[in-house]
Structure formats: C-alpha cells, structure tokens
C-alpha cells in the first residue's frame, strides 16, 4: 500500500514538473535585470553550460556569456564554441556569445580579422547581420559546415541552452532598460542564427511583428545561411543598408508563377540541391566603409571615415588652400596697380620737367612691380592662374565670363591702364 502511494506521489510529481516548464521562447526578461540563467531546467541535456548576467567581470577570452546583441554594422554578436575541437552541430546547446565589442558586453570578442565581409540591413519587420569569416579565430574548424543557433531546439530549451538576443532596433521599451546610447534594448523573441562553411548570418524579427516566428524560422536548419537569410555574402565588403523584407525562409516561387513551400528532409538523406534558387531581396541607401578597420575602434563605424568622405574633405582642404593663395597673389597685383595709377596720375598732372622725369621714375618702378607680381601667377599664354597648394597639387580655377576679376594677358592689362601711350 505505501509502495503504490509513493508511486502515484512520483507520478504526480512528474506532471507537476512537466506542467511547470516554460518554453525559452516563452519567457520574457529585462535587460536591467538578467537573471543568472534564464534557463532553470535540468533535462536531458543538462543544466544551461553559462550565465546571461554579463557584465565586466565576466567579459574576456573565457566568457561563458550567453546574451547576445544585435543592434548594427559594427555592433553585434555571433554564437561559437566556448571551446575549439567539436563540431558545430554537437555543442550548439553550449554555444557562447562573441561580439565586435565584446569588453562593452561582458562577452568575448571576435579577433581582428576574423569578420572579412560584413553586410547588416534592417528592414520593415527584422535586422539582419550577414557575411564571411574567418571560422578557425573563433573556435570553429575549417572544414566545419556549422549549424543553426535559435531560441526553440527540440526541447524548446534554446540553441544555445538559455541564449538570449537583445537589440535596440526596434523602437524605445522603457521596460527593458536603455542602452549606451539612450535607445531601449529589446528582447528579440524570434531569431535565428547560422554559423558554418565560412559564413554567418544572424536575424533578429521584431518583437512587435505577429508574424516574427515565420521569418525567423527555425526548422530549415540543414540548408544555411543562402536559403534562411539570402545576402550578398560578398569578401571585402562593409557596408549598412535598408532592405525589403525577403520571402519567409522555406517559401518560394517557382517559374510559373505559383508560391510553393520546401520540405526538409530527415537527417538520414542528403541535401545536394534545392528545388528553387532563394531570391535576394532588394537593397537601397548603402553606407559603405572601408575595412574591418571599424571593428578595431571605440568608436565603431561612426569613428571612421569612408574614403569618399576623405577624398572629398581632401580636396576641399587643397582647394581652399589654393584660392587662399590666388587671392593673396591678385592682391599684390592689385596694390601695385594702384601705386601705378597714381605714379601715372601725378606725371600727368606735372608742369615741371624735373618733377615729370622724377615722376616718370617711379611710375616705371611701379610698372616694374607690377609686371612681377603678376608674372608669378601667369601661364605661358601670359594668363592669371591660381598657384599650387603647399603639396604641389594644382587648383583649377575658372574665370568668369565676363565683368570684374576677369583673368586677361598682361600686355592687354598693361595696355587698358596706359602705359603703350606714355611709354
């Protein structure tokens, strides 16, 4: 009689137990207040491996933190081995976050020169992060083709077991604290991340959007990146845009026009192909930059300039430079003209032999001087011309086409101001 009361006491237990589990997707956090773990379980898969309270602390080459972020170019995390020397598809419940600031998150820190070509978009309904990496920096073998990280997992425990993702994309939620930058961090339901073969991808569907769990699928996770989060993927390429929103993954339109949905296949049979090609959505208002350079600066991607940006502050900067000089050369011409004129005036205005001939005199140091300072700015056509900037780089300069400050021959200049008819 007591055996079977305990039994049915077990029993009962259990159902208590299994009623009491809450899905990780289900359960909703702050980002001012973390718990330990968000993942209290002990299932068949054990307890969660790391912590989701990050912080300087716990920030470092052997941070076991599990709270990721998505927020832009230069600004994000991706899931990898705490550890090298496993596959992807055996660990993904033990997966930690490494991130491009990762001391600011109390996270690892994804080595420079890891990320060789990085696209992030945001779009009516996600932001996504895309592109290609050097695996091996980051704990990933060569040859690994990688797996899919998501808050569901067979167990609704989550890949990684307890990961959460946060982003301050969508819009301020007071609830869910602030970031550096005063714009609210969110907790990101839906999300997906693929890591393998040299690639990543990681999107993140905004929590207000009914339709998140679509886009961020989480059952194709044997057919990657180009089929879960079509891009670009392109080597040597940095560069923020928006975007339209891309099919849901899985969801397809074949050529004659009718929308079709791909089915996965089991584990047990190989995925050589797919029945159709994923449609890279469309993209507009790019910012490109330069290099992986703005994954080594505080400041991030607004602390760099892109080259078309300095090319253009260059050339302003060598332009201002050379006007400067021109005007200060015209001036000179200017002064000299006018002691010219008046040498000229007072000659004229002479009744006296001895004082015209002393007048003549210094008209004709006058012309001398004249005549200088405007043949170190003329051509060999015997034109005005701007001078060169200080690193020898010349200002064009053009004239304008009639009127005042107009550039003519010094002979015609000469002329125009008298001296062919006193001389």
Not at 67 to 73: K, P
Not at 222 to 251: H, K, M, T, W
Not at 272 to 298: G, M
Not at 376 to 399: E, I, K, Q
């Amino acid at each position: 009689m007591l055996a079977q009361a305990l039994l049915v006491a077990a029993a009962a237990s259990a159902v208590v137990a299994q009623d009491d589990f809450v899905p990780l997707a289900a359960k909703r956090f702050e980002w001012t207040n973390l718990p330990y773990q968000a993942d209290t379980s002990d299932g068949e898969r054990g307890r969660q491996a790391g912590y989701n309270r990050c912080n300087a602390t716990t920030a470092g080459e052997d941070s076991l933190c599990q709270t990721a972020v998505i927020n832009s170019l230069d600004d994000f995390c991706l899931w990898a081995p705490p550890v090298p020397g496993d596959v992807v598809g055996n660990i993904e419940g033990e997966m930690v976050a490494w991130c491009t600031r990762g001391e600011q998150y109390g996270a690892r820190t994804i080595p420079a020169g890891a990320l060789t070509g990085v696209q992030f978009i945001r779009t009516p309904h996600y932001v996504q992060v895309t592109g290609r990496i050097d695996q091996t920096l980051i704990n990933i073998g060569a040859d690994d083709d990688g797996g899919e990280m998501d808050p569901h997992g067979a167990d609704q425990r989550g890949n990684p077991l307890g990961g959460l993702l946060f982003s301050n994309s969508f819009g301020p939620a007071v609830t869910n604290g602030t970031s550096s930058s005063g714009v609210a961090f969110q907790q990101v339901v839906q999300w997906h991340n693929f890591m393998g073969a040299n690639l990543f991808c990681l999107k993140a569907c905004d929590p207000s959007w009914e339709d998140g769990w679509r886009m961020c699928e989480h059952i194709y996770d044997r057919i990657g990146c180009n089929a879960n989060a079509p891009a670009a993927y392109e080597d040597g390429v940095f560069e923020s845009c928006l975007g339209d929103d891309q099919l849901p993954p899985g969801i397809y339109v074949g050529e004659n026009g009718a929308t079709s949905t791909y089915s996965q296949p089991g584990e047990g049979v190989v995925i050589s192909t797919l029945p159709y090609v994923p449609a890279i959505p469309s993209t507009s208002s790019c910012t490109p930059y330069e290099s992986a350079a703005i994954y080594n600066q505080p400041g991030g991607a607004a602390g760099i300039t892109t080259t078309s940006a300095a090319s253009s502050a260059s050339t302003s900067s060598a332009s201002s430079t050379s006007m400067n000089s021109t005007s200060s050369g015209l001036s000179s011409a200017s002064a000299s003209a006018n002691s010219t004129t008046s040498a000229l005036s007072s000659a004229s205005a002479s009744n006296s032999s001895s004082t015209a001939t002393s007048t003549l005199s210094s008209a004709s140091s006058a012309v001398s001087s004249l005549s200088s300072a405007i043949s170190s700015r003329t051509d060999a056509g015997g034109n005005l011309v701007a001078s060169s900037t200080s690193d020898g780089a010349a200002s064009a300069t053009s004239a304008p086409a009639s009127g005042a400050g107009q550039l003519v021959p010094i002979g015609r200049l000469l002329a125009l101001m008298g001296f062919v008819a006193i001389v």
